[in-house]
């Protein structure tokens, strides 16, 4: 069974930063897009980055461009997503989730995939 594993979501102050990671038990990434995702409470889910199977092709929201970068190494079957600059709005659960044959458009824009992590919870406070 596939899993999908977030890590690295905490508590930081406005104007912090955060590195968020993506494991996937996926045998091979190669032909998956992946998706950052996050859902605030009372909000719907937004895609927030997305990053294509091997060109590296990505999307950003709007809300996050310049500050958020999303990267991924196939080799460790992991992705990442750099969070620097943080606002409070940008506190929500954080989903990373991946889907075969998709562009990174219709991955964040659409916002289903076929396999999901749990989520990390990433608060901006002072």
């Known amino acids: 069974q596939v899993q999908v594993v977030e890590s690295g979501g905490g508590l930081v102050q406005p104007g912090g930063s955060l590195r968020l990671s993506c494991a996937a038990s996926?045998?091979?990434?190669?032909?998956?897009?992946i998706g950052w995702f996050r859902q605030a409470p009372g909000k719907e889910r937004e895609g927030v980055s997305c990053?294509?199977?091997?060109?590296?092709?990505?999307y950003y929201a709007d809300s996050v461009k310049g500050r958020f970068t999303i990267s991924r190494d196939n080799a460790k079957r992991t992705a990442y997503l750099q969070m620097n600059d943080l606002k409070p709005e940008d506190t929500a659960v954080y989903y990373c989730a991946a889907q075969a044959s998709i562009t990174v458009q219709g991955l964040c824009v659409r916002t289903t995939a076929k396999y999901w992590g749990q989520g990390t919870q990433v608060t901006v406070s002072s």
């Open positions: 990053i294509s199977s091997s060109d590296g092709n990505t």
């Open positions: 996926i045998f091979t990434l190669d032909y998956w897009t």
